[in-house]
Structure formats: C-alpha cells, structure tokens
C-alpha cells in the first residue's frame, strides 16, 4: 500500500520560515521524480518544485529563490524549506510521487498558513 504523509505544516509570520516533510511508503523512492504542489481556497492545484529521480530540481517561478526542495533517498523523504514566507503562500501543500507510465500518489496535505 502506497503512502505519501506530509508534515511540518503550521501557522507563521510573513518573512518567517517553514519547512515540510513527505514520508513515503509502498514505493521505490529513489525512481520517482518527487513534487510539491499546493491549492489555495479557491484555486485550482499548483505546481511548487520537484526533485527528479536523476537529481534534477525545479521550482515555480513563484518561489524561486525562498524555497528548496530536496530528499533522502535513504529515509524515503522529501523535504520542501520555505524561506521569506508571504500570505499567498498561504494553501494546503500536497506531496506527489510520479513517474513515466504508472499513476501518481499523493499525500493528504498539510495546511500552511502565513499572517501578514
């Protein structure tokens, strides 16, 4: 049974930092590209960064520079730190794994809130 279990979520001041962690389960880690995505109420579910199966990263050009994702292969985890944090961070943020020809999971999500 595939898991994707996000943590680290919370409320925080703009310019305050975050990080987040998604442990995986059921998979083989190492051979999904691993992503972040968030939704805002409201909106339709966005593209936050990924980290590729070959050690590849790419970001949204909405948090370039403040946030970085990264993972251990060894513990099943992906990590996204979130640094300079603005309300329109504010969303839920979903972890996914993908890879070519089979399905994506996704976790449950993990609710980040920035106060201005």
């Known amino acids: 049974q595939v898991r994707l279990v996000e943590s680290g979520g919370g409320l925080v001041q703009a310019g305050g930092s975050l990080r987040l962690s998604c442990a995986a389960s059921?998979?083989?880690?190492?051979?999904?590209?691993m992503g972040w995505y968030r939704q805002a109420p409201g909106k339709r579910r966005e593209f936050v960064a990924v980290s590729t199966s070959g050690g590849r990263t790419n970001y949204a050009d909405s948090v370039k520079g403040r946030f970085t994702i990264s993972r251990d292969n060894a513990k099943n985890t992906v990590y996204l730190q979130m640094s300079s944090l603005k309300p329109e961070d504010t969303a839920v943020y979903y972890c996914?794994?993908?890879?070519?020809?089979?399905?994506?999971?996704w976790g449950q999500g993990t609710q980040v809130t920035v106060s201005s």
């Open positions: 059921g998979i083989i880690f190492s051979s999904k590209d």
């Open positions: 996914n794994a993908h890879s070519a020809y089979v399905r994506d999971y």
